[in-house]
Structures are given as structure tokens and as C-alpha cells.
């Protein structure tokens, strides 16, 4: 059974960085062909594609996020990470990490619980 | 606004079948996944690539196609079933993730 959970502090300065990393157990991130995603919620909104990256190590990103943010994997943890430059309070939100695999489109099977951030000062 | 869009809320009474939609010039070309998520927790896939159903999802949810259109259909509502729904697909590209904004779900 696969498992995510991620990680990072709840409370970020504006124009900060925003840090989160994603720890996935029972399955490599490095195996497969799966796409370890990052998707976010403002409370009470819906759902966001914040990005992803594939197995292979390449990566998609949102474009309306795409020049504030990296995704990166550190296969040795089976770990993944997202880090968005430049926060504003719109930043706020419940950060998941999910997997995703591909029927035609990508669909998430696994998602960790998700963490709140706050962005404020 | 999303390039997939859904009802923003929709009713069905105990028991009853109730069908919630995705529309978006995208599902013509790609599939889609629908989401269950409830309060405070993550979302759940309840249907994937149109009409595949994820082991442990109950038999009553089934999904299906047509045109610019999916839906996703809960035959026999039950009380646990109330949430929200949200589909995904690819958008018109066909390179990136999109969301519909998602359908609150009221079992009466």
C-alpha cells in the first residue's frame, strides 16, 4: 500500500518561499511510470494542478504557477519536493502530494493527507 | 475559471440516482476521473479513465461518456455518499492537469 505524507511549516512569510516535501512509502518514486504530483486547495475552493514530476525525472507545471515553482525528487529518500518563490496571501491553501498514474489522463490513486499553509506575517 | 465545469451543487434523496456532470471541450478527445472528497480530508478517486472503478469503491458509482460531456452517476444514494466531486481531465492542450470546480453532492 502506498503511502504519502507531507511535510513543511504552516506559516510562510510573504515573498518568502514556500517549502514542502512529500515522503512516499511503500513503492519507489523511482519505479513505475507514475507521475508524483503536487495539488492544492484553498479552504472552502476547489482543487488546483500545481504540477508533477515522472518517474523519469521531468516535470509539468501549472502555468499560472510555472515561473514561481520546482519540483524535484530526491530518489535516495524517496522523496519529492515543491518549493514556490515569491508567496502572496492567494498562496494560502491545503498543499497535497499525490500519485498519479495515466488512463488517458492522469488520475490520483494515492494522496497524502494534505498540510495547511498560511501564508501572513 | 476551469476549463471543466460542473454544477455547483446538486440533491438527490435517499436512495434515489443522481448524476453529476463535467463539461469541457477537452473530454471529447481525453478521459476523465471523478473525486470524492469529504470534509477535512483528501479526495478519493471513485471512477477512473471514464467508467473504471477503483477496487473498494462501492458498485452503485459508475461513469460514463458522451460528447463533451461525462458524468459520473451514484445509483441508490446513500447518506455516506454526500461530499463533494470533483473531475479531472487534461486540458485543451492536452498537456497539462485540469480540475472542474467541483459539485457539492446533498443526499436528502
Known amino acids: 500500500q502506498v503511502q504519502l505524507q507531507e511535510s513543511g511549516p504552516g506559516l510562510v512569510k510573504p515573498s518568502q518561499t514556500l517549502s514542502l516535501t512529500c515522503t512516499v512509502s511503500g513503492g519507489s518514486i523511482s519505479s513505475g511510470s507514475y507521475y508524483w504530483s503536487w495539488i492544492r486547495q484553498p479552504a472552502g475552493k476547489g482543487l488546483e494542478w500545481i504540477g508533477h514530476i515522472y518517474t523519469s525525472g521531468s516535470t509539468n507545471y501549472n502555468p499560472s504557477l510555472k515561473s514561481r515553482i520546482t519540483i524535484s525528487a530526491d530518489t535516495s529518500k524517496n522523496q519529492f519536493s515543491l518549493r514556490l518563490n515569491s508567496v502572496t496571501a492567494a498562496d494560502t491553501a491545503a498543499y497535497y502530494c499525490?500519485?498519479?498514474?495515466?488512463?488517458?489522463?492522469?488520475?490520483?490513486?494515492?494522496w497524502g493527507l494534505g498540510t495547511l499553509v498560511t501564508v501572513s506575517s | 475559471s476551469s476549463e471543466l465545469t460542473q454544477d455547483p451543487s446538486v440533491s438527490v434523496a435517499l436512495g434515489q440516482t443522481v448524476r453529476i456532470t463535467c463539461q469541457g471541450d477537452s473530454l471529447r478527445r481525453y478521459y476523465a476521473n471523478w473525486y470524492q472528497q469529504k470534509p477535512g480530508q483528501a479526495p478519493v478517486v471513485v471512477i477512473y479513465g471514464n467508467n473504471n472503478r477503483p477496487s473498494g469503491i462501492p458498485d452503485r458509482f459508475s461513469g460514463s461518456s458522451s460528447g463533451n460531456t461525462v458524468s459520473l452517476t451514484i445509483t441508490g444514494a446513500q447518506a455516506e455518499d454526500e461530499g463533494d466531486y470533483y473531475c479531472n481531465s487534461r486540458d485543451s492542450s492536452g498537456n497539462l492537469v485540469v480540475f472542474g470546480g467541483g459539485t457539492k453532492l446533498t443526499v436528502l
Open positions: 499525490a500519485r498519479g498514474g495515466l488512463v488517458g489522463a492522469i488520475y490520483f490513486d494515492y
